[in-house]
């Protein structure tokens, strides 16, 4: 398999987190990953800070329209930008979503707002030769996109979800790695981006950790609320026209002539075109588009709020932040000055409790200034990894796809959904990413028995 993860790990003395008068130690430290259990704050709660601390707006309690001009499966970020620019062009539009609304990965993530693709600039080239620039491009797009939409460029007015542009800071989490950095920075520096290593020895004006050799700051990620952005989204396409309706999940999809008829929990509609904006989450409903990409945990604990002086001293700048690790770690303080601290461990799933304390395990040995604080939210979505590590837009049977977020989709989906709208209304040929070709996981069906031996050669690898 060819999916391309970064390398490995530190080594920093662990201290024991002190109890405090109001917490309790969790019981669940798996004894499959050596972990210090993490500390429970009383309000302990397993759903996501970000949900709890947004009321999405009600679905649609319309009947259902027995034809619409265009479909859509899945009221992610991807959806609902591609349902807001088609209602805006005028087409009538009707989104299902089989859970409720800012359920799925869109209000679950990181809230890291990423101008690059995985692969850097020169890496995407080598294997992609002319195409690469023009993905390369498609990404600052898709950079641009979001933040003129949050910023109301468009006249529509914006959407008020915290948003930064915080920078990211890149982290070398062995010496192995500063090399690469310097020599990513280089590169990206030499596009005219604002991008440059950081040596160890400064560091410390970036991040309170020892753990780390190196890092590059990238000063145009931005940082936002997810479920902020999220709900903003489904408000926007639904002022636009779109009809959302959550809790009806599409059980099939088939051709009808050139129409579609889209099959519901709650009843049959013909569309003349349709949108698969599913990610991580396809299900049999578009089983081709099920072997195309592989759902993978993604997991983030958020502390109790932090003082101001020991927040600071985490993250001086409030830097989005992150790893080189293959299973690497991503944290950011929040805007309510929280920790959320986000990672795996292994492939496969695991249940939040043991991912939460393998999490809490891993945010003290990089910043040891936390002991003794409690961890208030813990929580999982799924991300949508892809054999090449890339995007992908594509049709099947007919209908459009944009998926395989690969951990990175805030800006990229949301965009490729506004891409998908205009491709449906003639205002713009498809992107250049619907150009690579898409191949399946190969034995996605078996995945459950190989994905443990993948993970454990990562974790080999990271621990070295
Ligand atoms: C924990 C975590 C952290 C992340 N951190 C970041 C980050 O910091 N930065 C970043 O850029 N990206 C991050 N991501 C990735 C990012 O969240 C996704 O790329 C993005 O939200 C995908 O949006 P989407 O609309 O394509 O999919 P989703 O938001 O997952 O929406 C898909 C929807 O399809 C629905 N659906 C599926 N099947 C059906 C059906 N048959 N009928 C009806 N509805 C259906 C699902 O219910 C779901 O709501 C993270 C993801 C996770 C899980």
Redesign the pocket.
Known sequence: MVLMYQSSCHAVRLPRPGRSSFSFVSESCSTRFRCVPALLAPTYSETGLWQAQMTPPPGSREALPTKVDVAI?????????AADTLAVAGRSVVV????PLC????????????PELKAGPASLEQHYGELAQRMYAEANDAFDFIEATIAGDDGRGGIECNYQRSGQLYLAHTRSHVGELREQAAEHAALGEAVRFVPASRLSEEIGSEAFFGGVVFERTGGLH?ARF?AGLASRAMTAGAQVIDR????GLSRRGVSHRVE?TRGTVEAADVIV??????????PALKHKVLPV????IATEVLPEELAHSISPTGR?MVDTKNFLF?WRLTPDRRLAF?GRRSLDPVDVPEARDFLYDAMLRIHPQLAGTAVEYA??????ITLDRLPHVGRIDGAWY??G??????????W??HRLGEVLTGQAPPPALAELKHRNVPLSSWRHAYLPLVSRWFDVQDRR
């Not at 009806?248 to 059980?251: A, D, K, L, M, S």
């Not at 904006?277 to 578009?286: I, K, L, P, R």
């Not at 945990?297 to 983030?300: A, D, E, L, M, N």
């Open positions: 499966v899945g009221a992610g970020l991807c959806g609902l930008a299902f979503d089989r859970e359920w799925g990965a869109s209000s679950r993530n990181g809230g890291m707002v990423i997810p999220h009806t999940g599409v059980t519901t904006a599913t990610n991580a989450y396809a299900d049999g409903a578009t945990g993604s997991y983030i989005m991503y986000g929580w999982g979505g799924n991300v949508a944009a998926t977020c690969n951990g990175s989709g805030v800006a990229m989906n949301t490729l959904g």
